[in-house]
């Protein structure tokens, strides 16, 4: 049974730092390919950051430069380092699994509100 359990969200001020992880079991981790995505109220999920299996990183220019995406195979963990927060990144933050010839799998999600 596939499971991604992501933790470390939370409050943070503007201008504030979150490191949130996501714990995989169940997928052979160091050949999926893996992502984090968000989605605010009455948005669409959007991509937030991809790694490859072999470390290469991929980020859009929302968050270019402020959040960095990396990977542990050794823990099945995957991190995403979130700096200068603002209030647009407000969202629900979700990871995603996806290993070759299988569906993707999706985290439950971690809430990260950005406020003072």
């Known amino acids: 049974q596939v499971q991604l359990v992501e933790s470390g969200g939370g409050l943070v001020q503007p201008g504030g730092s979150l490191r949130l992880s996501c714990a995989a079991s169940?997928?052979?981790?160091?050949?999926?390919?893996m992502a984090w995505y968000r989605q605010a109220p009455g948005k669409q999920r959007e991509l937030v950051a991809t790694?490859?299996?072999?470390?290469?990183?991929n980020y859009p220019d929302s968050v270019k430069g402020r959040f960095t995406i990396s990977r542990d195979n050794a823990k099945n963990t995957v991190y995403l380092q979130m700096n200068s927060l603002n209030p647009e990144d407000t969202a629900v933050y979700y990871c995603?699994?996806?290993?070759?010839?299988?569906?993707?799998?999706w985290g439950q999600g971690t809430q990260v509100t950005v406020s003072s």
């Open positions: 790694i490859t299996s072999g470390g290469y990183t």
């Open positions: 995603k699994a996806a290993t070759p010839g299988a569906a993707p799998f």
């Open positions: 169940g997928i052979i981790f160091n050949i999926a390919r």
